[in-house]
């Protein structure tokens, strides 16, 4: 945090002394009994899915559980701060509701999900404020008739993406980058302006180095048909009800919170400030290895998940599983910041409208896209004014992350008056770095992910999951970790003295 920021209250954030909570949901297990004789499985990394795998070993209750977590608190990319006096999140604000684990474990833990305000973005692009196209899918416009009416992109574009209904059939092979596809089908401009900006507020990365069948599957299943236009507008949907987005009312990081204060009150033991330096096989289980060089501490376990982002993850396996640390090491990552800015009322020249707004990379702004939070959420009251999130970084720009935090807040309050009219100085600003946050979805990720997976089915008693895997939001991550746990589990059970 920068000279004048409020300082995080990390306390709020982690619970890891084993006080009980006042209401934990049904399901939590009871604390479990040390005499007994459980196998003992330690999950390295307290993330959300560190924090779900943890969750999923507890409800089956036949093992102890250790969480070992490198930095000073639980929760990964969900984290609470107050910004003007006013709790909100400072890293991730929402789950996919349509995808069922993140509400599904917000409920179980006696939170309530709320639905958005609005979910209304834009694009920001050309000089101008303009609406996404009426029916896309991940940007890729569903009809030539809304991307004209989006105005999105150049007339000349309109004109390009035309071209898809007479081009011959674009093949993609085992898999093609985002922008080598959709850009021979529809045009770069289309890229450029519309698919780039969503996929970059997923991934942070780049559409021509993303992989099509790891980030747009809806895509590349149709990909041999002639025209992706007429492809998109015949496939079978099924009509989805509710909102595409959950929160919870005071921030979404408050998951995050609960979960670790369940865990602890289910008897699991959570180390911070423990980074795992070693990851030994031993004849019978692991011995994991933490502490400085000249002061080592050790730890035994019958079996391991491994919560981690994928270079970590891979230096620790570099020695058991070198095919799996090797295909690890090749998963890049993507920095950014989240500037939180406070204003007043009157800073705005007029309301604003939407939910925010993303910005193609071409425009050449320092912010990537900014969330209207006071807007899109109704839990905020008037009090805390108007509060905007504005996200800085994509994969390969590592100089705008290393500007100073006064830097980012000028540039991003520089692009909101140009984007939105605000005018003025913020009541309070917060910058939150997120240093290799996000993994990219390269091309061939797909497969690389299948070899991990293979080398480590090998491996006795160890398990790997995380964003790096099978999808980067919350809800795929909770999902990671929860199978993660049922392997550990089988495998324990199956190939250790515990077996029946």
Not at 304 to 318: C, D
Request: a neutral charge.
């Amino acid at each position: 945090m920068g000279a004048g920021f409020p300082p995080v209250d990390h306390d709020r954030a982690t619970v890891c002394d084993g006080d009980p909570v006042s209401a934990l949901p049904s399901d939590t297990p009871g604390p479990i009994d040390a005499a007994a004789p459980r196998p003992h499985v330690v999950v390295v990394g307290a993330g959300i899915s560190g924090l779900a795998a943890a969750r999923a070993l507890l409800l089956d209750g036949r093992v102890r559980v250790t969480v070992l977590e490198g930095s000073p608190r639980t929760g990964g990319k969900l984290l609470r701060g107050e910004v003007a006096g006013v709790e909100t999140d400072l890293g991730a604000e929402a789950v996919l509701a349509r995808r069922p684990e993140g509400v599904a474990l917000m409920e179980s833990l006696r939170l309530d999900p709320i639905s958005p305000t609005t979910s209304q973005a834009a694009i920001w692009t050309r000089g101008q404020l303009r609406p996404l196209p009426a029916a896309h899918v991940m940007g890729v416009p569903v009809s030539l008739r809304s991307l004209a009416a989006s105005r999105v992109v150049s007339r000349a574009g309109v004109a390009r993406a035309l071209l898809d209904v007479t081009l011959p059939t674009t093949a993609i092979g085992d898999d093609t980058s985002v922008a080598s596809y959709i850009g021979a089908r529809m045009g770069h401009e289309v890229v450029d302006r519309l698919v780039e900006p969503l996929l970059g507020g997923v991934y942070a990365g780049r559409a021509d180095e993303l992989s099509l069948r790891a980030t747009l599957p809806q895509i590349a299943a149709v990909a041999d048909q002639r025209s992706l236009f007429h492809a998109l507008r015949s496939r079978p949907t099924q009509p989805q009800a509710g909102p595409v987005f959950a929160g919870l009312a005071g921030g979404v990081g408050q998951l995050a919170e609960a979960l670790t204060a369940s865990l602890a009150a289910a008897g699991a033991k959570i180390e911070l400030d423990t980074t795992v330096r070693e990851l030994l096989r031993l004849p019978a289980g692991w011995e994991l290895v933490t502490g400085s060089a000249t002061n080592p501490k050790t730890i035994s376990a019958d079996a391991v998940v491994l919560a981690l982002p994928a270079t970590p993850a891979g230096r620790l396996l570099a020695e058991t599983a070198p095919w799996a640390a090797q295909d690890l090491a090749a998963i890049d990552y993507a920095s950014m910041a989240i500037v939180t800015l406070a204003f007043s009322a009157a800073a705005l020249e007029k309301p604003l409208t939407g939910s925010g707004f993303l910005v193609p990379a071409v425009d050449g702004r320092l912010i990537k896209a900014a969330t209207f939070s006071t807007q899109k959420w109704g839990w905020y009251d008037e009090a805390a004014g108007v509060l905007v999130r504005c996200s800085i970084g994509r994969y390969g720009d590592v100089g705008d992350v290393q500007r100073s935090d006064d830097e980012l807040v000028a540039g991003a309050v520089r692009d909101l008056a140009a984007a939105v009219s605000v005018r003025g100085v913020p009541r309070d600003a917060v910058v939150t770095r997120w240093g290799g946050g996000l993994p990219q979805y390269s091309v061939g990720h797909l497969e690389r992910v299948a070899r991990i997976k293979a080398a480590l089915a090998a491996v006795p008693g160890l398990v790997a999951c995380g964003a790096a895997f099978d999808g980067v939001g919350i809800p795929a991550c909770i999902g990671s970790g929860t199978a993660a746990a049922t392997q550990v589990l089988a495998k324990l059970f199956r190939e250790g003295e515990w077996a029946s």
